[in-house]
């Protein structure tokens, strides 16, 4: 796993063995950050990262410059691991939280400018982020929820979706509070 752009550009990452994680491929990610650099300021950016597993996608707001990174995840192995790989990047405003990301979401009082779901593909009901997000006013005004998943899933019919990108077999599906808000 590399970080792709940025101050720690080039670095790579290599999660322990113990690890379950699936982490966005290297090919989904540079065209998500490609189409995110079109979107946001980065370096205005508050991002919220559920189910952070390696910490991969927090990584690449990090290098990025981003204003904070709170990095959800629960897994104790993998929480620990993204505490470590942030120690190590010197990466400041990197908020790793283990935490079971729907409690997390339920009680969080913060708003963020993106947040980025990851759930594993097949995690029962993963999809009830999009509605807690949105029920706990979790995103600023112009803010976006990016939701990645495997082609089993459509949300064209959710009120709040935008658009989806597909880069293989990764999906991201896009979300935000007012649909004139942004354009691409």
Same mark, same amino acid.
């Given at each position: 796993m590399r970080?792709?752009?940025?101050k720690y550009?080039? =670095?790579?990452?290599?999660?322990?063995?113990?690890? =379950?994680? =699936?982490p966005t491929t290297d090919f989904a990610k540079e065209n998500l950050f490609?189409?995110?650099g079109n979107l946001?300021?980065?370096?205005?950016?508050?991002?919220?990262?559920?189910?952070?597993?390696t910490g991969s996608i927090s990584y690449e707001f990090a290098s990025r410059g981003a204003r904070s990174i709170t990095a959800?995840?629960?897994?104790?192995v993998h929480y620990d691991f993204i505490r470590q790989t942030a120690v190590q990047l010197g990466a400041e405003n990197f908020y790793p939280v283990k935490a079971n990301v729907f409690r997390y979401l339920k009680s969080c009082r913060k708003q963020f400018d993106l947040i980025f779901s990851d759930a594993p593909y097949d995690l029962p009901g993963s999809e009830a982020v999009i509605e807690t997000v949105f029920e706990e006013d979790l995103l600023r005004p112009e803010g976006v929820l990016i939701f990645e998943h495997s082609k089993k899933m459509n949300f064209g019919d959710h009120k709040h979706f935008?658009?989806?990108r597909s880069y293989g077999s990764?999906?991201?599906s896009f979300? &935000? &509070?007012d649909e004139k808000s942004l354009s691409i």
């Open positions: 970080i792709i752009s940025g550009r080039g =670095r790579v990452i290599n999660p322990p063995r113990n690890l =379950r994680a =699936r490609n189409v995110l946001i300021d980065f370096e205005a950016c508050d991002v919220l990262d559920l189910f952070a597993g959800v995840e629960i897994n104790t935008w658009q989806t990764v999906q991201f979300f &935000k &509070k």
